[in-house]
């Protein structure tokens, strides 16, 4: 076990390190001279030089990469091109809104997904399971802005139940910080949901077939009993996989949801980065969700034999 | 009537020896009652439409679709870019069936012209990512030694997040749908090459490769005749999922504004427009919204139709 866990974690280093060069790389090739936007208008071509030589940018791409990624992972990710702020305090800002939506979401996808996806496979081929595979073709069809603006327009304008837009820290308390998180959680959780219960029912449906849940059943045990305990169980880990997968969902997904909902969190900060072509700060970002997504599917990962005690390294 | 004594209610066990029983004297066996109705195969392509009705509807709604996005200038459609300060954010009328926005220009118009941005979007980054990553993943599945290189590779790239990948990629460049299309493609091959390389490994295991191999033909022509035909079924799934997605990213991209640029109407950039008044002006994000939900809806059946038919064996799965 401890060899695997070693092994895995070794595995996701040339992952990584690809995903530095890609995105050190967007720096690299980025339109427009640092060096010429310092130097101003005044400069003289050999000023230009001069401060392009006193940044390092003269010297070779991998000598630039190397120290850019020993930056890195001492936790500096340059600095705003905009802001002139630390692209790492920029960050820390803005982090708990989107974090606090992607757990929300995450709880509130799992919590509705598994168990329909459960019902969906008990009920095979009537109306009920026809109903969850239906909305789960709505829900990759439909774009998470879509529903966000229907949500918004349907429960906060006209029934007026939840605020319409923007966020409230939790140290500001716990209700007004959930009810800012609802609508845009139910917004993104839309694919996600619509996944993990399209996979949940596939998966039970194959494991219902099993001898032991006909043993099971004959033992007496009741429907609830196989269905949650003797089944789920066994269908645990591709469930738990594509719950892994399904996080880039939600990290595209929290760019756009925090655009509608206006929140003001990492999603926010990379599209006004855009807009602004603040390369500091959109580098930092998809770096910062990308080790992200490659750390959750290794803790899965690392996750699996506690879901099936019969996986052995 | 010899045989009188044989007739019904006259017979009686045992008083017969089995040698009476002469092929004349016994009844045709009664005609069986019609449980089953008869099977009628229906041929041709309206039965097919009978048997895959998922292909039927998301077909039928593309064909309205592309016809929709085709047709737009003969749709009583007027100049999507044309400017009318007068009447500006005009309610859904009989004069302008989708309102105006806050610029004066036809909802109507520009959600119809609209529509061709995202199909020709998802066309070609379904097109290009197929071609692309068939490339890539028949190279990784039978050049041994660059297998790993190019795994880690799509690894790396398939650890951002698509959407990341392409916003990243379009913040290099300005806004035109060709990047677009070229950003989306980047961030969609790594899925296709993956998906390929897996056909092609196993593949390669099957009995009729080896005879191949035995036989002395040449890797080139074991690729377009025993591997390539093998791969269409799942590429072309792939693909309409991909077409999907692509129709979903290119609205995304627009919508925050690194996409198709403003002056092309794209359901993307009608939604971004309307963003700042869609809570007194609803329909401006609306009208575009419905259409692009039902465009990803149509390719999304087709793809599922195509899935079920191509392989009958995960139709009753997933």
């Not at chain 1, 001279?33 to 001069?50: F, H, L, S």
């Not at chain 1, 509130?108 to 081929?125: D, F, H, R, T, Y």
């Not at chain 1, 969850?132 to 918004?152: C, D, E, K, T």
């Not at chain 2, 795994?151 to 990629?169: E, K, Q, T, V």
């Given at each position: ?25 967007l720096?690299?090739?980025s ?15 050999a000023d ?15 000598v ?10 001492r936790?500096?990710?340059g ?6 702020l ?16 992607m757990?929300?979401?995450?709880i ?7 168990p329909?996806g ?20 709505l829900g990759?069809?439909?774009?998470v ?16 139940w ?11 308390g716990?209700?007004p910080?959930?009810q800012?998180?609802i609508l845009?959680?139910v917004?993104l959780g839309?694919v996600?949901?619509a996944l ?5 029912r ?15 059943r ?31 969902l939600?990290i ?12 003001p969190g ?9 807009l ?27 996750l699996?034999t506690l ?6 390294y | ?8 209610g006259?017979?009686q066990?045992?008083?017969l ?22 099977v009628?195969?229906?041929?041709g ?10 292909i ?17 200038p ?16 005009r309610?859904?009328?009989?004069m302008?069936?989708?309102?105006t ?21 998802g ?8 071609v692309?990553?068939?490339?890539i993943?028949l ?10 290189i190019?795994?880690?590779?799509m ?5 951002i ?14 806004g035109?749908v ?27 295991e099957?009995?009729?490769v080896?005879?191949?191999?035995a ?20 590429l ?5 999922y ?7 990213a290119?609205?995304?991209l ?5 996409g ?9 950039n ?6 700042a ?12 919204a ?9 390719v999304?059946l ?15 799965k997933?």
């Amino acid at each position: 076990m401890f060899a695997y866990t070693l092994r895995r974690i070794v595995a996701t280093i040339p992952v990584m390190a690809v995903v530095a060069l890609f995105v050190f790389s967007l720096l690299y090739i980025s339109p427009g001279d640092p060096a010429a936007v310092i130097a101003g208008d005044q400069a003289t071509p050999a000023d230009v030089e001069r401060i392009r030589a006193s940044l390092g940018l003269d010297r070779p791409y991998l000598v630039r990469f190397a120290e850019w990624a020993w930056n890195i992972m001492r936790g500096d990710l340059g600095t705003s091109i905009f802001t002139n702020l630390p692209v790492s305090t920029m960050i820390a800002q803005r982090i708990q809104p989107t974090l606090s939506l992607m757990v929300i979401t995450l709880i509130l996808a799992i919590g509705i997904a598994v168990p329909m996806g459960v019902i969906a496979a008990w009920k095979q081929g009537t109306w009920i399971d026809r109903l969850v595979m239906g909305f789960a073709v709505l829900g990759f069809s439909v774009p998470v802005f879509v529903v966000g603006y229907v949500l918004a327009y349907v429960f906060a304008l006209e029934l007026d139940w939840l605020p319409v837009q923007g966020y409230t820290p939790i140290e500001r308390g716990v209700w007004p910080w959930l009810q800012n998180l609802i609508l845009p959680s139910v917004a993104l959780g839309g694919v996600y949901i619509a996944l993990i219960a399209r996979i949940t029912r596939a998966t039970m449906l194959e494991v219902l077939q099993q001898d032991y849940i006909r043993t099971a059943r004959a033992k007496g045990v009741g429907q609830p009993g196989i269905l949650f305990l003797h089944a789920l169980k066994n269908a645990a880990v591709p469930i738990v996989t594509v719950i892994g997968i399904g996080v880039a969902l939600l990290i595209g997904g929290a760019v756009v949801t925090e655009s509608v909902f206006a929140i003001p969190g990492l999603g926010r900060l990379t599209v006004d980065a855009i807009l602004r072509r603040d390369y500091p700060v959109i580098q930092g970002v998809i770096l910062l969700f990308s080790f992200t997504y490659v750390l959750v599917n290794l803790v899965i990962d690392l996750l699996y034999t506690l879901f099936d005690p019969r996986i052995r390294y | 009537m010899s045989t009188s004594t044989f007739g019904p209610g006259t017979f009686q066990p045992g008083t017969l020896p089995r040698a009476a029983l002469r092929a004349e004297d016994v009844a045709a066996a009664p005609p069986l009652p019609d449980v089953l109705p008869p099977v009628k195969p229906r041929h041709g392509f309206l039965g097919f439409l009978r048997r895959n009705p998922t292909i039927a509807i998301g077909g039928g709604l593309m064909i309205l679709i592309l016809a929709m996005a085709v047709l737009a200038p003969l749709l009583w459609t007027v100049d999507p870019t044309a400017l009318a300060p007068a009447r500006r954010t005009r309610e859904p009328s009989a004069m302008y069936w989708f309102g105006t926005d806050m610029l004066g220009r036809d909802v109507y118009s520009r959600v119809l012209y609209g529509a061709r941005v995202s199909l020709i979007v998802g066309f070609a980054v379904a097109f290009f990512s197929s071609v692309i990553g068939l490339t890539i993943g028949l190279t990784s599945g039978f050049v041994r030694w660059a297998d790993a290189i190019i795994m880690r590779i799509m690894d790396g790239l398939m650890s951002i997040p698509s959407i990341l990948l392409a916003i990243a990629l379009m913040a290099l460049t300005r806004g035109s749908v060709g990047n677009v299309i070229l950003a989306i493609t980047i961030a969609e091959v790594p899925r296709v090459s993956r998906l390929v390389r897996g056909v092609v490994l196993s593949l390669r295991e099957q009995p009729y490769v080896d005879a191949a191999v035995a036989s002395g033909t040449s890797t080139p022509r074991i690729i377009v005749r025993h591997i390539l035909p093998n791969t269409l079924a799942p590429l072309t799934v792939q693909a309409t999922y991909i077409c999907a997605s692509a129709m979903i990213a290119e609205s995304i991209l627009s919508f925050i504004g690194a996409g198709t640029p403003p002056i092309i109407p794209s359901w993307g950039n009608i939604m971004a427009e309307g963003r700042a008044l869609w809570q007194v002006k609803p329909y401006i994000v609306f009208f575009p919204a419905i259409f692009l939900s039902l465009t990803v809806l149509a390719v999304n059946l087709l793809g599922d139709g195509l899935r079920d038919w191509l392989d009958p064996r995960m139709a009753k799965k997933v």
